[in-house]
C-alpha cells in the first residue's frame, strides 16, 4: 500500500500477551491511536491459528505488524516466532518481541530467530506509553511494511 | 595429621608385629656374628697351636741335626783320620826308626784324644744311645793295640813288636771305629729323616691352616651373601618399589632376625603412611564434597535472589502502571484526596520497582561473568562519563579522568562501579559548589589504588563503615534520589575482584575519596 498521509494509515496489529492486565494497558495505549486495529490472542497456539485464519480465525486479516510476548502458555513467544519465520507465507510479517525480560539470552534468542526488533516493558506506565508510541512512529511513520 | 603428644614423640605406627614373629626364622644376626668370630679364635688359636709345635719340632729336629749328629759324626770322622795317622806313624817308625815318623802318631794321638772327648761329650744325647759303647769299645781295641804293638815299638826296646799282631789289632780298631761310624751314620740317617717328617709336618701344617682359612673364608661369603647380602638387597628392592610410586606394595620381612625386624617396621611404617594417605584423601574428599555443597548451595541461593527479584516485578509493574493509568483516565473527576492518595501509591510502587531493580543488579556481581579479561579503566571511566553526561552538564560540573591503568577483570563490573562512584561524586554536591569529581590510580604496594575524589557533602567518619551496608542511606529520600544501594554494589564488585573499598574524607577537608584496591593479579574465581 501506498501511502500519503501517515496519520491516516491503518494497520493491523496483532498482540500475543496471556496477561490480562498487561492487555489492558497496552489498549489503553493504543487506544491513543484509533487508525490501529489491535487483535489480541492469548497464547502462541491461538496466534498460529490466527495467522493462518483457521477457525475460529476464519476471517481475521494479515496482520501487519506482531507484537509477542515471550513467556506464554502452551507455545511459548519463541516457539511462535520460530514458526513464523520459518513459514514461507508468514515470515514477511514485522515482529516486535514486547516483554519484561531483560535477560541476555532471551534478547540474543529473539533476534537469532528473526525477530525484527526486541523491546522490554519499561516498568513505568508512562514509559511504557512513550515506547509504544515509538513503535506505532517507527513501525507505521518511519518505515515501510510489506504489503 | 600425626598429632604430636605433648611430651614431643610422634603417636607411634600403631601394632607393630610382635618381633619374635618376624623374620623368616633366620638367625639372628648378632648370634651368628658372636658364634662365627668365637669359631674362628678357637680355629685360629688351634692353628697357632699346631704350627708353633710342628715348628719346634723341626727346629728341635735342626738343632739334633746340626748340633749334635754332625758333629758326632765328623768328630769320628776325626777319630778315624787320627788312628789311621798313629797307625801309620808306628809303622813308619817301626820300619825306619826314624822319629820324624812319630809326629803322625803324636798328631794323631791328639786328634784322637779331642775326638774322644767331642764324642763323650756329645754322648749324653738321646740320639746316640750306644755312642758311648761304642766309644767304650774303640778305646778298649785302641787300648789294647798300644799297650799289643804301638807302645812296644815306640819305646823301642829290645823286645821287637810284631808287626802280625800290630794288624791285628789295628784291624780290630778299624772295625770297631767302622761300628762307630756305621752307627752315627744310622743316627744321622735318623735325624735327616726327623727333619724332614717335621718340615713335612710343618708345611702340612701350613697347607691345613690355609685350606681351613678357605674355607672359613668361603663360609662366612657364603654366609654373609644368604644371610645378609640378599636380604637386604630384596628389602631395598621392595622399599624402592614403595618409593617410586607403588605404595601398595607390601614389605616382606626376610632373612636374619635383625633384617627381618628391619623388614618389619619398614613394612609398619609403609602401612602407616597408607593408612594416613587414606586417610588424608578421605578428609580432602569430604572436603570437596563440601565445597562442591557450598557451591550449589550459593548457586541456589543467587538464583533464588534473581529469580524473585525478577518475579517480583511483574505485580509491581501492574500495581504501578494500573495506578498510573488511574491517574490519566480519572485524575480530573476525582477529589484531590484521592489524587494524593494515587500519587503516594504511584511513588510507593515505583521506589519498590528500583529498589528490586537495585537487589537485582546486586545479586547479579559475579553470576554473569563470564571470566576476567584485561580491561582498559580509561576506557571504562570514559565511557562511565559520557553515560553521566547529562547529569554532568545540568550541574555544570566536571569529570576529570586522569592516567589510569589496565587491570584484569569484568568490563560491566568495572563500568557499573565507576558509574556509581563517579555518579556518587556528581549527586552529592554541596549547594553553590560546582561539583569536580577526579579519577585517579596509584600502584602501591603491586597494587592499584583507583581513587574518586569529589568536593561534595564528605562522609562523616563515623558512618565511614555505614555507607556499605545495603540500602543504607545517610539523608532523606526528599533531599538525594536513590535507593543507597550504590556503595554497597561497589564494594561486593571491588571484592568480586579481589580488592578493598574504604571512603575518607578528601584531601582539603570537603568532599570524599572513595579508595579501591584492585590487585594486578585477579585471585581465585571459585570465591567472588
Not at chain 2, 620381612?253 to 602401612?271: F, H, N
Not at chain 2, 577526579?438 to 565511614?464: C, F, H, K, S
Amino acid at each position: 500500500m501506498i501511502h500519503t498521509d501517515a496519520q491516516a494509515r491503518h494497520i493491523n496489529v496483532l498482540l500475543v500477551e496471556d496477561d490480562p492486565g498487561d492487555v489492558l494497558m497496552t489498549r489503553e495505549a493504543f487506544d491513543e491511536y484509533l487508525h490501529n486495529r489491535l487483535d489480541v490472542v492469548n497464547d502462541g497456539a491461538e496466534a498460529l491459528a490466527y495467522l493462518r485464519r483457521e477457525e475460529p480465525y476464519a476471517d481475521a486479516p494479515r496482520p501487519d505488524l506482531i507484537l509477542l510476548d515471550l513467556n506464554l502458555p502452551r507455545r511459548d513467544g519463541r516457539e511462535v516466532l520460530q514458526e513464523v519465520k520459518d513459514d514461507p507465507d508468514l515470515r514477511a510479517i514485522p515482529i516486535i518481541v514486547l516483554t519484561t525480560s531483560q535477560a541476555e539470552e532471551d534478547v540474543l534468542r529473539s533476534y537469532q530467530l528473526h525477530a525484527n526488533a526486541y523491546v522490554t516493558k519499561p516498568v513505568d506506565f508512562e514509559s511504557f506509553i512513550e515506547a509504544i508510541k515509538q513503535i506505532d512512529h517507527f513501525f507505521v511513520s518511519v518505515v515501510q511494511l510489506p504489503s | 595429621m600425626t598429632a604430636t603428644a605433648a611430651g614431643g614423640r610422634a603417636r607411634p605406627l600403631g601394632p607393630l608385629r610382635s618381633r619374635r614373629g618376624a623374620g623368616s626364622g633366620g638367625w639372628p644376626l648378632r648370634r651368628a656374628f658372636n658364634v662365627g668370630a668365637a669359631v674362628a679364635a678357637v680355629l685360629a688359636l688351634l692353628a697357632i697351636t699346631l704350627g708353633a709345635l710342628a715348628l719346634y719340632r723341626l727346629v728341635e729336629a735342626r738343632t739334633a741335626l746340626l748340633d749334635t749328629v754332625n758333629p758326632a759324626r765328623s768328630a769320628a770322622e776325626n777319630l778315624s783320620a787320627g788312628l789311621l795317622n798313629q797307625e801309620t806313624g808306628v809303622r813308619g817308625f817301626d820300619l825306619t826308626g826314624r822319629p820324624e815318623f812319630l809326629e803322625p802318631y803324636r798328631m794323631g794321638t791328639a786328634a784322637e784324644r779331642e775326638a774322644v772327648a767331642r764324642l763323650r761329650g756329645l754322648s749324653g744325647s738321646e740320639e746316640f744311645a750306644g755312642l758311648a759303647g761304642d766309644v767304650d769299645a774303640v778305646q778298649e781295641a785302641v787300648a789294647a793295640w798300644r799297650t799289643g804293638y804301638a807302645d812296644l815299638v815306640i819305646a823301642g826296646a829290645g823286645a821287637p813288636a810284631d808287626p802280625e799282631i800290630g794288624r791285628l789289632l789295628f784291624d780290630e780298631i778299624r772295625t770297631r771305629v767302622g761300628a762307630l761310624t756305621g752307627n752315627l751314620d744310622a743316627a744321622q740317617a735318623d735325624a735327616r729323616a726327623r727333619v724332614d717328617r717335621a718340615s713335612a709336618v710343618v708345611v702340612g701344617t701350613g697347607i691345613g691352616i690355609a685350606a681351613v682359612l678357605l674355607a672359613l673364608l668361603v663360609i662366612v661369603g657364603v654366609g654373609l651373601r644368604r644371610g645378609v647380602l640378599v636380604p637386604v638387597s630384596q628389602l631395598a628392592g621392595e622399599v624402592r618399589e614403595v618409593v617410586t610410586g607403588d605404595l601398595t606394595r607390601a614389605v616382606t620381612p626376610t632373612g636374619p632376625r635383625e633384617i627381618a625386624e628391619l623388614g618389619a617396621d619398614v613394612e609398619a611404617m609403609r602401612a602407616h603412611i597408607v593408612r594416613e594417605l587414606d586417610a588424608q584423601q578421605q578428609v580432602s574428599r569430604r572436603l570437596d564434597q563440601q565445597a562442591r555443597d557450598l557451591e550449589r548451595s550459593n548457586r541456589d541461593l543467587e538464583q533464588f535472589a534473581y529469580v524473585a527479584s525478577h518475579d517480583l516485578q511483574e505485580p509491581l509493574r501492574k500495581v504501578s502502571s494500573f495506578c498510573q493509568l488511574l491517574q490519566r483516565r480519572y485524575g480530573g473527576q476525582l477529589d484531590e484526596r484521592a489524587d494524593q492518595y494515587i500519587g503516594f501509591a504511584v511513588d510507593g510502587a515505583q521506589r519498590m520497582q528500583r529498589l528490586i531493580n537495585d537487589l537485582l543488579a546486586f545479586s547479579r556481581v559475579g553470576r554473569t561473568t563470564e571470566g576476567f579479561e584485561p580491561v582498559d579503566l580509561a576506557a571504562v571511566a570514559a565511557a562511565a562519563a559520557a553515560q553521566l553526561e547529562s547529569v554532568r552538564a545540568e550541574l555544570a560540573g566536571e569529570i576529570v579522568v586522569g592516567a589510569l591503568p589496565e587491570v584484569t577483570g569484568d568490563p560491566a563490573l568495572l563500568r557499573q562501579l565507576l558509574l556509581n562512584l563517579v555518579g556518587n561524586g556528581l549527586k552529592f554536591h554541596r549547594d553553590g559548589v560546582v561539583p569536580v569529581v577526579r579519577v585517579e590510580a596509584e600502584l602501591r604496594d603491586g597494587a592499584w589504588q583507583v581513587t574518586v575524589t569529589d568536593n561534595g557533602i564528605g562522609i562523616e567518619p563515623e558512618y565511614a563503615d555505614k555507607v556499605f551496608v545495603i540500602f543504607q542511606r545517610l539523608h532523606g529520600r526528599d533531599r538525594y534520589p536513590g535507593t543507597g544501594i550504590g556503595l554497597a554494589l561497589a564494594k561486593k564488585i571491588v571484592e568480586f575482584h579481589g580488592g578493598r573499598i574504604a571512603v575518607e574524607p578528601a584531601p582539603g577537608g570537603a568532599g570524599t575519596t572513595v579508595r579501591c584496591t584492585l590487585p594486578t593479579q585477579h585471585p581465585s574465581q571459585e570465591d567472588p
